[in-house]
């Protein structure tokens, strides 16, 4: 599919074509890749919004304060002619530090000075209210819904201010507004005083970007100065996935797994009988992002083969664009229905990571330490099993990992949920699978081959992988599902 402005996004499939006779779960990865687009992207056609915290936290120690400011005068310096931007002071409330009021104002020679100016003024005080923030940024964004919209938001807290639903609330109201990148302030040694699932909440609904913690302040300024070239090359702003599916086919979900986990399900909207979109965000030149479609499959009789679905990528005003089919056959060879794509495996395996480290910080918020443990225990065991080593690294922190494999670990002695954060938030962000991928030099990652299990049943279904579809329940925990025949 070509967008207006020349930008091409390429969308591919992988997925096993066996199912078993009585139907179940076809799990699809659509992988979609932008091409480089002629010319330079038109800045005014772009606006941009700095969320900078200014809440009292951000003057403990002062260098918070200092770095933040350091990294927003870069990003402004950065800003080309006839970009639309605004700079918003977040604190218990939102109120504008460039321009004084609340509008955009144009990048120029002039425009920029003056917003230095305001900058360098911010000084750390009150709370933190990052819904009335993000609001301002829609209000200030919607005064040109001709541009592409994005923001930064840059935190060292967690939403004090406000009630978790004046939160979510919010960002439903931002939701296909703009898109956001988020950073989050702690200390070299890694404490964090933010909340990473409450940042992930808002990540995942307003464009599906990593959340990025920052110890290193002295690397600020050069973090927001990359997240802005990222912003500033945006050619299509609203994307969507176009999921197509036969009457013998329903969609049982749709995520992002690559740069970063993201449940899209509830996002989406019908485009038509049996045919449903969901929002992919804004795109670049050369960004690359995958999905995970699962589709539930009805019964059929052995060696059938049918049409079940079809996948696209769709930007307004753009030409149709041509759809991806996916077909499927029944089989009664469970040497067949039960392998699993290995592209899918790849992201099996990290969505299972981020899942467990979910959970477990959940676990240890409520003082459940030897629930908390057995979920990191099988986060680790998952990592392991797919060669992932840069994900039990980020755990290194929390557990002592005694056997990888086994998924044995002990928490690390003296609690500190703060120090928890910064792998709340990193856990969703994947490796992309890249065999067979044209254009990439990286060396492939090397998952273990799934392992193969008896037939087990769990959420009223039929398994044959070692976890549960439904909830990724694994097939031999302790008071786990029986097999069948057992």
Known sequence: MTAPDGLRLDLTAHHSEYLPTDGGTVDVVAAVRAGPAGGDARHDELAEVILLDCSGSMGAPQAKMRAARAATLAAVDALPDGVAFAVVEGTSGAEM??????????????????????????????????????????????????????????????????????????????AGRFTVDCRAIGSADGVHDWDGPELLGIADALGANPVVPVEDLDGLAAEFAAVLDRALNRRAADARLRVRTSALARIRFVKQVYPTIADLTGRGVAAGDLTTDFPIGAWSPADRRDYHVALEVDPMTPQARRRIGWLGVRVDAAPDTAEVPVDVEWTDEIELFSRVHETVAHYTH??????????????????????????????????????????????????????????DVRLKPHVDLRRWQYSAAVAPQTSSWVSGDPGRSDPPPHPAPEQRVPPWEHCGELHTRPYCGGCGAHHDSPGGPARVGA
């Open 350 to 407: 990290q969505q299972g990571y981020a899942e467990q480290v979910g959970l477990a910080l959940a676990a240890a918020g409520v003082g459940r330490l030897t629930d908390a443990e057995h979920h990191l225990g099988r986060a680790v065991a998952l990592a392991h099993a797919g060669g992932h080593h840069d994900k039990l690294r980020q755990l290194d922190r929390i557990v002592d990992v005694r056997d990888a494999a086994a998924g």
């Open 97 to 174: 530090i460039y321009p004084g009021e609340r509008r955009l104002a144009v990048a120029d020679v002039g425009s920029r000075a003056a917003a230095r100016r305001a900058v360098r003024r911010a000084s750390p005080h009150g709370g933190t209210a990052i819904g009335k923030w993000l609001l301002l940024a829609r209000d200030l964004l919607g005064t040109r819904p001709d541009a592409i919209g994005h923001a930064i938001l840059l935190t060292d807290g967690r939403n004090e201010s406000q009630r978790p639903a004046e939160l979510r609330a919010a960002v439903d109201a931002c």
